[in-house]
């Protein structure tokens, strides 16, 4: 039986990845920091199927002791401070967790001679940031646009450092907007349904959201944690862009979500300033050929898909129901 470590284990894609590898007959284990409140909603229903461990990225002894016990095949390190706004408010600390962070795993991993282990590193389309070329792929040169992207780029180059070095195998997949009913209120995609489930319900009257014209290459998450077991699977580290190759705005997404319930967005959306990147990433749009082509992979659900099912979830959550099970269901 393999053993995988996952880092962010409580995330979005840290829930779907424990899922799948559960699902191929891994060992789980996942890193948690230890906190005054911890939230583990996302992987409630895995409780007793996977193992978790108190670790932090900061701290290099937690995470050498980590993989020591744990002794993983393959490590994902989905960790970071993810939501691009809150970075400019919080420069450093997301420069030390989501730039250093990366360094302290792959350095843990080094020292502990464990060059065996297969790697993974979760990079990032906002890497493209104010794009080179269109559509991105993983040639076009970086230039991001905002703290998170910046530290991205450090991550994704200290593993291809790493690799290079150490001769590590060490990937990174730069997967582009990837959502799904388990993504938080913060991002825009979910924002934007939990208000029209609100809405809807009579709970609220308004949305407020900043650009509306923001392009973006947005899929399903379960279908990128495929792709992300995919590379490590593989008999050589490379580096793979993941995305549908499909671009939507924003106003797009509202259309869909508000289309879903019988309603116009134009008697519900407010424009807010506000809410505008100081440096806004505007046309974002993945090219999925290489990671087609050597992993076989594809994504499986559409955008029209993705946005209903989580209009849908969000309903059934502030009705007090279960969310459906999309799987069962071919969504």
């Not at 309603?263 to 999925?288: F, N």
């Amino acid at each position: 039986m393999k053993r995988a470590l996952i880092t962010g284990v409580t995330g979005q894609d840290g829930s779907y990845l424990a899922e799948l590898l559960l699902e191929k007959g891994y060992e789980v284990h996942g890193v948690v920091r230890r906190a005054s409140t911890e939230s583990f909603d996302r992987i409630e229903h895995l409780a007793g199927k996977i193992t978790l461990h108190q670790a932090d990225l900061l701290d290099q002894l937690s995470i050498i002791d980590v993989i020591k016990e744990t002794d993983p095949a393959e490590v994902y390190n989905l960790a970071a401070m993810s939501f691009v706004p809150t970075s400019w408010k919080q420069p450093m600390l997301t420069g030390q967790f989501t730039a250093l962070g990366v360094t302290q795993v792959l350095e843990a991993i080094r020292l502990l001679g464990k060059n065996s282990i297969k790697f993974y590193q979760a990079s990032s389309s906002e890497m493209f940031g104010k794009v080179q070329e269109v559509p991105q792929k993983e040639s076009t040169p970086f230039w991001p646009r905002s703290p998170y992207g910046v530290a991205k780029v450090y991550g994704h180059w200290i593993t291809v450092n790493y690799r290079e070095s150490y001769n590590m195998f060490c990937c990174s997949g730069i997967l582009f907007n990837h959502e799904s009913e388990r993504r938080g209120k913060e991002f825009v995609t979910r924002k934007v349904t939990d208000g029209v489930a609100r809405i809807k319900l009579g709970m609220s009257k308004e949305l407020r959201l900043g650009n509306l014209d923001s392009k973006r290459d947005w899929g399903f998450a379960g279908d990128y944690v495929r792709a992300m077991w995919l590379m490590l699977q593989q008999d050589e580290p490379d580096d793979y862009v993941v995305a549908t190759g499909e671009t939507h705005t924003v106003k797009r997404l509202v259309e869909l979500a508000f289309g879903a319930v019988g309603l116009k967005w134009e008697d519900h959306v407010k424009i807010d300033q506000s809410l505008v990147r100081p440096a806004e990433v505007d046309l974002l749009i993945g090219d999925p050929a290489k990671a087609k082509a050597k992993l076989g992979w594809k994504p499986e659900v559409s955008f029209e898909q993705l946005v209903e099912r989580m209009v849908r979830a969000d309903l059934a959550r502030l009705q007090g129901q279960p969310v459906p099970d999309f799987k069962a269901r071919g969504i």
